[in-house]
Antibody, heavy 119, light 107 residues
């Protein structure tokens, strides 16, 4: 089955760190660009970060630049998001999303993992 | 960085209504504009890409149009399954920004 499964969410104190993972299966992960998108409770979607298929090109939203690090392990079919210096405003469901080939944007999403930053 | 603004934020409609949602870009952009549908507790689902191309499996009552800075999503005859929140997304630039969303609820 073609799917993305996120893990690693949880409760963390402000200033703390957390590492999210996204396990890909059922498709050639190494040939796809990947993204992280988040959604604060009751709010809209916010694009967080992008990584190219080979990992050589990376982008971040201004809101997380310098605090979050995206990475991937193509041998393990996994995507990661290292989140440091977490703030209350980082509280959200974090989704990994596959950039489709060709003209289509994000065609495959995981179910999301909830990160709560609170003391 | 291209910012996306959707209107309205909330839309109340009845089954069978024609519904139009607008997405405005902060600067003129190419046709790399997509629309997603999201239901509570679920991941977004791609409906329209490249402004007007219908994603496989999406009903033909959904359509997209626009150019420059103004884009629209139209549902020709609203069905019970269509009550959800809709987001536009630009993928013209590296920051794949979303609009703030339009919730379509039952009138």
């Amino acid at each position: 089955e073609v799917q993305l499964v996120e893990s690693g969410g949880g409760l963390v104190q402000p200033g703390g760190s957390l590492r999210l993972s996204c396990a890909a299966s059922g498709f050639g992960f190494s040939s796809y660009e990947m993204n992280w998108v988040r959604q604060a409770p009751g709010k809209g979607l916010e694009w967080v970060s992008y990584i190219s298929s080979g990992g050589g090109t990376i982008y971040y939203a201004d809101s997380v630049k310098g605090r979050f690090t995206i990475s991937r392990d193509n041998a393990e079919n996994s995507l990661h998001l290292q989140m440091n210096s977490l703030r209350a405003e980082d509280t959200a469901v974090y989704y990994c999303a596959r950039r489709a080939k060709g003209e289509r944007p994000f065609d495959l999403w995981g179910q999301g993992t909830l990160v709560i930053v609170s003391s | 960085d291209i910012q996306m603004t959707q209107s309205p934020s909330t839309l109340s409609a009845s089954v069978g209504d024609r519904v139009t949602i607008t997405c405005r870009a902060s600067q003129s952009m190419s046709s790399w504009l997509a629309w997603y549908q999201q239901k509570p507790g679920k991941a977004p689902k791609l409906l329209i890409y490249k402004t007007s191309s219908l994603e496989s499996g999406v009903p033909s009552r959904f359509s997209g149009s626009g150019s420059g800075t103004e884009f629209t999503l139209t549902i020709s005859s609203l069905q019970p399954d269509d009550f959800a929140t809709y987001y536009c997304q630009q993928y013209n630039s590296y920051s794949r920004n979303f609009g703030q969303g339009t919730k379509v609820d039952i009138k």
